[in-house]
């Protein structure tokens, strides 16, 4: 099965060239040791819980944030789009906005900002070697997150192909919503997996994050047969996938694949949410709340009593 969910915009990008929204350094939660981790622009994904709502979308997106605006209107000003008016707080009708930059550049609070950016693979090889020493004495490496980095399959086979060249460890975290082709090509430069699962059943999946699970189920099998090293994150998220037949049937699949190196099961938090009001999205999640560690731990026990080696976080 063929999935084209790739926009048109990507197919006018050079090899070279692509789009991510943010570079993080010395993360430490992303794989193995210390990381650079290079986040993409772009995600097929909707899932409710997102902590980085802006790398959704596969063009830059405008954040305002009302508690440093100053209430100044120059943005009102500099706006030829005639999007931004002030009504005793300042409104964006982001129908009309083209995401121009102009009313960034006017804000001199930082209130307003770009998030996504077209960026050359030499210029990320540049920040990414400056870390070299502190992957060497870790153990750490590059990892290539978003969004989907998959979404860009491209660009993403020449960041690790560059990496690869240049010694460095690499990770992809990915859903696994992708076509194999574009997975397949990879194999051979991604040293680690950093896989996502949320839910086993197929309709469950659909209405929680919009696509079926059915591609990435089969990929992650695939990348098993391959003998890939994969490494299974679970977001936690009380009412939605914490139920015991979830995580079971999560147990029972992937005791299966012999090339999972542990499972991390990862706690719901709340910090994405200042996000949402930046981007004016409705946080659709604002009545639930961060498991208990005894919910954390039974989750746990859940998906540990086949022998998968779990860690909590």
């Not at 690790?160 to 990770?171: F, K, N, P, V, W």
């Not at 979830?246 to 542990?262: C, P, V």
């Amino acid at each position: 099965m063929y999935i084209d969910f790739k926009p048109a915009w990507l197919y006018s990008v050079e090899m070279t060239d692509g789009y991510i929204f943010d570079i993080k350094k010395f993360s430490i939660n992303d794989g193995p040791g210390i990381r650079t981790t290079v986040f993409f622009q772009g995600c097929p994904l909707s899932c409710p819980w997102c902590h980085n709502p802006e790398g959704r979308s596969t063009k830059p997106v405008l954040m305002y944030r009302a508690n440093r605006c100053a209430l100044c209107g120059e943005c009102v000003k500099v706006c030829n789009r005639n999007a931004i008016h002030i009504n005793g707080r300042v409104i964006t009708d982001r129908e009309l906005c083209d995401t121009c930059g102009r009313c960034v550049t006017a804000c001199y609070s930082d209130a307003r900002e770009l998030s996504g950016y077209r960026v050359s693979v030499d210029e990320i090889m540049t920040q990414i070697e400056r870390d070299r020493p502190f992957y060497e004495q870790s153990g750490g490496g590059v990892t290539f997150s978003g969004g989907e980095p998959l979404l860009q399959p491209r660009f993403l086979k020449k960041l690790l192909l560059a990496c690869r060249e240049a010694g460095i460890s690499t990770a992809v975290d990915t859903s696994g919503y992708s076509t194999w082709n574009d997975l397949e090509s990879i194999l051979d430069l991604t040293d680690l997996f950093l896989y996502d699962l949320k839910l086993m059943d197929d309709t469950r999946h659909r209405a929680v994050v919009g696509v079926s699970n059915r591609v990435i189920l089969d990929n992650l099998k695939k990348l098993n047969r391959a003998g890939c090293s994969l490494y299974i994150r679970i977001p936690l998220i009380p009412s939605i996938n914490d139920d015991k037949d979830n995580l079971r049937q999560m147990a029972a699949f992937l005791s299966d694949l012999e090339g999972i190196k542990g499972v991390e099961l990862m706690g719901y938090h709340e910090i994405g949410l200042a996000k949402y009001e930046a981007l004016d999205l409705n946080y659709t999640l604002k009545n639930i709340h961060p498991p208990s560690k005894e919910q954390t731990q039974e989750a746990a026990s859940s998906l540990s009593y086949l022998g998968l080696q779990v860690k909590v976080s």
